[in-house]
């Protein structure tokens, strides 16, 4: 028996064109009846990343092509990494050897390094309500004149989409230069675009710009609400403000939710005019009769997917407010000023309401890959016995 373990040594998360780097050890486990007689041999190892895709069948209509749920080889003796597995493969590497003719003596072991570039024309990781993208690390190993057995760490990718054009000139560097460093050294920023890509997603999320609007109804005018920005990164709180004491209808009860909306291409779709599914991420919900002004707090969390489009699927977000308002002015309490006794105020056993909703769009950005490692459903670890 070889015990094979496979360890992603910065975590489980990667944004795209950044190198995955794993650490795979191979071990030949001493027993009390282990001899010389007793090393294990391997014909071969190799690794490679695949991105598979599944679709749910009542919300897409896939091609021909693409309904095959399993992928099954013609041989034990070929190596297909999404072998067994649900859906299809809509992206891989090319494998890469990780050696030839390893013979284990009792309690030797040896480990492998295996680095690759997450491809940065696939999909990002998620599992929706119509579909799943789901990547994983394969390492096939096999015995001579034996099955190939498959060792599979999930992992997450990130995508950056929809990054505005840079507001400086290329040869300008985005982050304050160091004046510690040489000349050559700080120039080498340009060569790392990942680095760059980051420090613009920073700068792009970390813009403040008051967005003021009149919450109105048929009846008039609600409250004016601020957002101070509609972009955001993963992790980001996302804070807006209500200004009750500017409106002319009195506002019973408020709430914001932020929720995600996931939207099948339409030549895609099961049935014409299919639905939107749109899914909750946190929700605030606050009473604010006699309020003369309200916040509220929503984070976005670590472990959602942000906004992306392919040829099937386009995932956006929003915040979706609701409002309860009275028909009829609500008179509030009065306290005398010098009044010594306590007084207590009942509100109205019945209030003719109105409600209403409203949406605004906003962005949904990645985070530095580090961070969301920290609340990521994998450990980036995995192993098996062959």
């Not at 680095?115 to 579909?131: H, K, Y």
């Not at 054009?165 to 050559?184: H, K, R, T």
């Not at 599914?277 to 002004?293: I, K, N, Q």
């Amino acid at each position: 028996m070889i015990e094979v373990v496979a360890s992603m040594a910065r975590g489980p998360v990667f944004l795209a064109g950044e190198v995955l780097e794993c650490l795979i050890t191979f071990t030949n486990p001493m027993s009390h009846l282990s001899t010389s007689a007793s090393s294990e041999m391997l014909a071969w190892a190799s690794a490679q990343i695949h991105c598979q895709f599944h679709a749910s069948e009542s919300r897409v209509a896939l091609p021909a092509q693409g309904t095959k749920q399993d992928v099954q080889a013609e041989s034990d003796t070929v190596l297909i990494p999404s072998k067994g597995e649900r859906g299809q493969c809509v992206l891989d590497t090319p494998p890469k050897i990780l050696f030839c003719d390893l013979r284990l003596d009792p309690g030797e072991s040896k480990t492998y390094s295996y680095s690759e570039v997450v491809p940065t024309d696939g999909p990002p990781s998620f599992r929706g309500q119509a579909v799943k993208y789901v990547y994983k690390l394969t390492i096939g190993c096999q015995r001579v004149n034996s099955p190939i057995k498959l060792l599979r760490v999930p992992f997450r990718v990130l995508v950056l989409h929809g990054m505005p054009e840079p507001p400086f000139p290329q040869d300008e560097e985005v982050a304050p230069s160091n004046p510690f460093l040489e000349e050559e050294e700080g120039s080498r920023r340009d060569t790392r675009p990942l680095e760059r890509a980051l420090d613009m997603l920073m700068i792009t999320t970390s813009r403040r710009c008051p967005y003021m609007f009149n919450i109105t109804n048929m009846r008039g005018k609600v409250a004016k609400f601020c957002i101070f920005k509609t972009v955001y990164r993963l992790g980001e709180d996302i804070i807006g403000t209500f200004t009750f004491s500017e409106g002319d209808i009195p506002c019973l009860q408020y709430s914001v939710s932020l929720q995600s909306e996931e939207e099948v291409q339409e030549q895609y779709q099961r049935c014409p005019g299919q639905a939107v599914s749109v899914t909750g991420h946190g929700r605030h919900l606050e009473s604010c009769l006699h309020t003369a002004s309200s916040h509220f707090s929503l984070p976005v969390p670590l472990n959602v997917t942000p906004g992306f489009t392919t040829d099937i699927v386009t995932l956006r977000w929003r915040l979706h407010f609701e409002f309860v308002t009275a028909r009829e002015p609500v008179e509030a309490p009065v306290v005398l000023q010098n009044q010594s006794e306590v007084t207590v105020w009942t509100g109205a056993e019945h209030v003719d309401v109105d409600t209403f909703s409203w949406d605004l769009p906003i962005k949904v950005l990645p985070t530095n890959p580090t961070l969301a490692s920290y609340v990521s459903q994998f450990t980036g670890t995995n192993s098996i016995n062959i």
